[in-house]
Structure formats: structure tokens, C-alpha cells
């Protein structure tokens, strides 16, 4: 009896290890400690304005008393732009070690709107699990609960995942597919590769950047949200985005790097 309940154990554990594996990839971007910082500018009336700052910091931490990553990403819109429209996003995300994504929170307050989505990951049964919670503007708490035969990710996880893909051989056009989840909804998105070109930051630093724009399905048609621009080395470090908004357009452009993992390969002397 005992080592049949052992036997059934382990076989639980190997099916829940399993379905993780799916979802995992290798790290080759970023280490603990990386910190980068952004200035953000809006266009108001044909003019661009400087309109906030942002960060992202990335830290080895531990999720459910394992091991994990956690990254967070932060936008604060300043009192200059504030009578126009507030702009206060807090996205955060927990990953296993080897990037399975675990957990998932945007806090936006855009305008007049605040709302937060939540994303909750697990693979028991050799699924993929995701438990979805949206708190809306009036208040209003909607969860759901959805399994999955392949993995789904939301945009904070995806984003820190696609900075270790390997470019080598991708033709202008070259596209990955994958379901983006937030917290309500499961969205085809896909990354769109546009080549690479220089671009300067507000570090005053040229660098030779890969352009990669990132798409949601809407209304039958691939849209584009962000177009981003990473450096062409092992770091991939975001040096601008233009962010294709509903209320407008903005664009952020590094102002420092901290903490990098592999050598800044990509100046452009």
C-alpha cells in the first residue's frame, strides 16, 4: 500500500513537472540586480512632450517558497501631462528559474480608469492552469478559471522570455505566435521581427538594435501595441518603445542600464 502511494505521487509529480517543461526556456539575458530606467514622452498636438519615467528591475527571488524571477515594470506620467491624461502602470510578474510563467499583475490607472488584472499559473495534471481575476473600473471583481493542452503567457512574462531568443537567421517579417492572457481573456499576439537599425537613447549612448513589434488580434486583424527596439547583443536590452495607445501615442527611450548580464556589444562607436 505504501509504495503505491508513493508510485502515485511521483507519477503526479512527474506529470506536474512535465506540463512546466512545456513552458520553459533558457535564460541567456538578464542576471539579479538588473535595473533599467526610461524617460517617457507623450504626443500631445503633433508635439512630443516629456511626459514621465519608467523602470524595470529584475530580481532572483522566491514564489510559493521555491525559486523564481520576479520582474517589475513601472510608469509614472508627470504633472505636466497629468491634466491631459494620468498615466500610473505597475505590471509585475513571478517566473520559475527556467522562465514557466506563475504569476501576473497590471495595476493601470489610464485617465479617469483604474482597473487590475491578475494571472495565476499552474500545471498540475500536465496542464496548463490559469486562474484570471479583473477588477474593473467600477469596482467589480470577475474571476474564471481555464485549463490548457499548450502554455499561455501574459505580456510581462512574455516579454522577459523573448529577450533570450536567439535572432540568428530571422528574415525581415520572421513571426512568433503564441496566446496572450490578461485578466479576463485569452488573445492570439504574436512578435513581428522588422530588422535592425541604430538608435540613440537618452543616455546619448547609439546602439544597433533589433525592431521587434509586438501584436494582438482585435476585431479579426493583427494590431500593433508596442514596437520596441533591443540591442543587438546577448542583453537584449529594450533602448526605445513606441507604445500605440488609446488615448494617443508615447515612446520611451533608456536613460540607464545596471546590473547587465553580458557585455554591451551593441554600441555603435
Known amino acids: 500500500m505504501k509504495k503505491t502511494f508513493i508510485f502515485f505521487c511521483l507519477l503526479s509529480m512527474l506529470s506536474v513537472a512535465t506540463a512546466s517543461a512545456q513552458c520553459t526556456f533558457r535564460n541567456t539575458a538578464f542576471k539579479s540586480g538588473e535595473y533599467l530606467s526610461y524617460n517617457l514622452y507623450y504626443n500631445w498636438k503633433f508635439v512630443w512632450v516629456k511626459a514621465g519615467t519608467a523602470s524595470m528591475s529584475t530580481v532572483q527571488t522566491t514564489h510559493e517558497g521555491r525559486p523564481a524571477w520576479r520582474a517589475s515594470l513601472v510608469t509614472r506620467g508627470n504633472q505636466k ?8 502602470d505597475t505590471l509585475l510578474c513571478y517566473s520559475s528559474l527556467d522562465m514557466a510563467p506563475l504569476y501576473y499583475r497590471k495595476g493601470a490607472r489610464e485617465g479617469k480608469r483604474y482597473y487590475v488584472d491578475e494571472v495565476f499559473y499552474n500545471y498540475a495534471g500536465g496542464k496548463c492552469n490559469v486562474r484570471q481575476h479583473r477588477q474593473k473600473a ?3 471583481h470577475v474571476w474564471a478559471k481555464h485549463t490548457y493542452d499548450d502554455c499561455i503567457y501574459d505580456m510581462l512574462n512574455m516579454f522577459i522570455r523573448a529577450r533570450s531568443f536567439n535572432p540568428e537567421g530571422w528574415q525581415k517579417g520572421h513571426v512568433i505566435k ?14 513581428k521581427y522588422g530588422g535592425k537599425t541604430n538608435v540613440k537613447g537618452d543616455n546619448g549612448k547609439k546602439y544597433r538594435c533589433l525592431q521587434l ?6 476585431d479579426g486583424k493583427y494590431k500593433e501595441i508596442v514596437r520596441f527596439y533591443v540591442t543587438d547583443d546577448d542583453n537584449h536590452v529594450p533602448v526605445r518603445l513606441d507604445m500605440f495607445l488609446r488615448f494617443g501615442s508615447a515612446k520611451a527611450f533608456v536613460v540607464g542600464m545596471k546590473g547587465l548580464r553580458n557585455p554591451e556589444n551593441s554600441i555603435v562607436k
Open 138 to 140: 467600477n469596482g467589480q
Open 81 to 88: 501631462v497629468d491634466d491631459v491624461f494620468v498615466l500610473r
Open 178 to 191: 503564441f496566446p496572450i492572457a490578461d485578466g479576463d481573456s485569452r488573445t492570439p499576439a504574436q512578435i
Open 213 to 218: 513589434s509586438y501584436l494582438e488580434l482585435e
